[in-house]
């Protein structure tokens, strides 16, 4: 029952900015952890960002000062705001959490939204 649902992809230009949102819903206890993965086209799925609960946050090199992940606890959503994006960026980005719920404690997994990053 516990479902990941990403937002906010899209067409941006080099140095634009767009802000992803994903909001789990189901039967759910708590979210430890949160985060966002990406997967270029040729390219393995690499991690984004993550933040826990208590407001941890842990990011890629790649992404440091130009991206920044937050929470809403009541709201058992996760955003990325991206700034200054680059071509690079490209990708599709996967909302991704580690919660307990009805059936116990695991991971799961958004369908994924597109960025593009292009002139």
């Known amino acids: 029952q516990v479902q990941l649902v990403e937002s906010g992809g899209g067409l941006v230009q080099p140095g634009g900015s767009l802000r992803l949102s994903c909001a789990a819903s189901?039967?759910?206890?708590?979210?430890?952890?949160m985060g966002w993965y990406r997967q270029a086209p040729g390219k393995q799925r690499e991690s984004v960002a993550t933040?826990?609960?208590?407001?941890?946050?842990n990011y890629a090199d790649s992404v440091k000062d130009r991206f920044t992940i937050s929470r809403d606890n009541a709201k058992n959503t996760v955003y990325l705001q991206m700034n200054s994006l680059r071509p690079e960026d490209t990708a599709v980005y996967y909302c991704?959490?580690?919660?307990?719920?009805?059936?116990?404690?695991?991971?799961?997994w958004g369908q994924g939204t597109q960025v593009t990053v292009s002139s």
């Open positions: 933040i826990t609960r208590g407001g941890t946050t």
């Open positions: 991704n959490a580690y919660l307990s719920g009805s059936s116990g404690f695991g991971a799961y």
């Open positions: 189901g039967s759910i206890f708590s979210i430890n952890v």
